[in-house]
């Protein structure tokens, strides 16, 4: 008996949200024949449902005109359901056009009366939590979950790379006023060497400007050195990742690797771990420049304790 099909459309371009959606990407694949947006540079997170996912493009048409045409291509690919965990308003006036009779998703963006399955909106609800309700929504659930692998070869080339470091630290990541205050990671980096630590510096491309200025510090730089389907053998390497909120603090979680994650602006409760062996703190009125390490250093400490 064939599977009903479903599409999935989340955020293409961001590592966190595609993380926290493997889990009800695992509910979807064994419940539908699944399609997903998700991101050609992302797509080895899925490597488990491998033949069980089809991949599509980014469905993110930005004009009336060029919904319309995407929503005529929509229609005769025959969908009976979309989960439309993207939470914009033209993801869900897609799907409506399109006619897909099932449209599950989170009323924002006053986009309710698009949707035919209601989730809604807290900026509380922990993203786990919010996928499942996504599952529940048609009757199912998920198990809340994810779990990254690393390949022998990733963590055979971590292990040369690392240079014997143990705790990763993270300046980058999506804009400025989520980051970590230079000076703070500084005394970080100082303090933990001091400890007895060592320590590498983790990013990606386009973060090497928020690493510079900590490029002459004691610690082994690997800003952009490892494609992303790699830093699975970073982060099972190290022992502890102190980052700010974004992508690399959910794959050291997916890991299983413990993170001590900073959070500003971003709600913390929907997108920070609050169990261990992670922790999540906030800083002072949700203002990063206000984490200095004074602020820090009790958090550090803490987990340090742990290892």
């Given at each position: 008996m064939s599977?009903?099909?479903?599409?999935?459309?989340?955020?293409?371009?961001?590592?966190?949200?595609?993380i926290l959606s493997i889990p009800l990407h695992r509910t979807l694949a064994a419940n539908y024949e699944l399609h997903s947006n998700a991101g050609e540079p992302y797509r080895f997170l899925f490597d488990e449902l491998k033949g069980q996912v089809a991949f599509t493009d980014p469905q993110a048409p930005k004009t009336l005109g060029e919904i319309i045409k995407k929503a005529r291509e929509l229609r005769a690919e025959g969908f009976q359901t979309c989960f439309?965990?993207?939470?914009?308003?033209?993801?869900?006036?897609?799907?409506?056009?399109?006619?897909?009779?099932?449209?599950?998703?989170?009323?924002?963006?006053?986009?309710?009366?698009?949707?035919?399955?209601?989730?809604?909106?807290?900026?509380?609800?922990?993203e786990f939590e919010r996928m499942d309700k996504f599952a529940q929504l048609v009757g199912l659930s998920t198990d809340k979950t994810a779990h990254l692998p690393a390949s022998p070869e990733s963590l055979t080339k971590a292990t040369a790379a690392l240079q014997g470091a143990t705790v990763g630290i993270v300046p980058g990541g999506t804009w400025p006023q989520k980051l970590i205050p230079t000076e703070t990671l500084r005394q970080?980096?100082?303090?933990?060497v001091a400890q007895g630590h060592k320590v590498a510096m983790l990013g990606g491309p386009g973060d090497e400007i928020y690493c510079k200025p900590l490029k002459k510090e004691p610690l082994v730089d690997l800003v952009a050195k490892f494609k992303l389907s790699e830093m699975a053998g970073i982060l099972k390497s190290i022992k502890l990742l102190i980052t700010p909120d974004g992508g690399l603090s959910h794959f050291s979680v997916a890991c299983g690797t413990p993170a001590l994650i900073a959070f500003g602006p971003t709600p913390h409760k929907r997108w920070g771990y609050h169990i261990e062996p992670h922790k999540t703190i906030v800083a002072p009125g949700s203002n990063m420049e206000r984490l200095t390490w004074a602020e820090f250093q009790p958090h550090v400490e803490e987990m340090l304790a742990k290892l």
């Open positions: 599977k009903p099909k479903a599409l999935l459309i989340t955020h293409p371009a961001r590592l966190g949200d595609t439309i965990l993207r939470p914009s308003f033209r993801s869900a006036l897609l799907c409506k056009l399109a006619k897909i009779p099932q449209r599950v998703g989170e009323c924002t963006e006053g986009r309710g009366f698009l949707l035919t399955h209601k989730l809604p909106y807290s900026p509380d609800l922990a970080t980096i100082h303090h933990l």
